[in-house]
Nanobody, 114 residues
Framework: QVQLVESGGGLVQAGGSLRLSCAASGTIFSILVMGWYRQAPGKQRELVAAVTRGGSTNYADSVKGRFTISGDNAKNAVYLQMSSLKPEDTAVYYC????????WGQGTQVTVSS
């Protein structure tokens, strides 16, 4: 069984920064991809960013140039550095890890005030 634990969410003013962390534990053979989705009230869950075991990254257009994803294979962890935050970034952010199947964290709230 795999568990993902997120941390780092909170309340920040527009233009500010936050860093999300996610660590996987349990029976892990090899994590292929880790990343973050987010879901705002009344909206579908959307991919924010992802990083492969080899270090390739992918970003949603809406966060390019503002967010940076990084992974630590030794720690089975992924981080999301969020800068120049906007009110429209307000959402619950979910970490995920693709191993043999997709595993999800419980979510962490990010609120950006204007």
């Amino acid at each position: 069984q795999v568990q993902l634990v997120e941390s780092g969410g909170g309340l920040v003013q527009a233009g500010g920064s936050l860093r999300l962390s996610c660590a996987a534990s349990g029976t892990i053979f090899s994590i292929l991809v880790m990343g973050w989705y987010r879901q705002a009230p009344g909206k579908q869950r959307e991919l924010v960013a992802a990083v492969t075991r080899g270090g390739s990254t992918n970003y949603a257009d809406s966060v390019k140039g503002r967010f940076t994803i990084s992974g630590d294979n030794a720690k089975n962890a992924v981080y999301l550095q969020m800068s120049s935050l906007k009110p429209e970034d307000t959402a619950v952010y979910y970490c995920y890890a693709d191993i043999f199947s997709r595993h999800w964290g419980q979510g962490t709230q990010v609120t950006v005030s204007s």
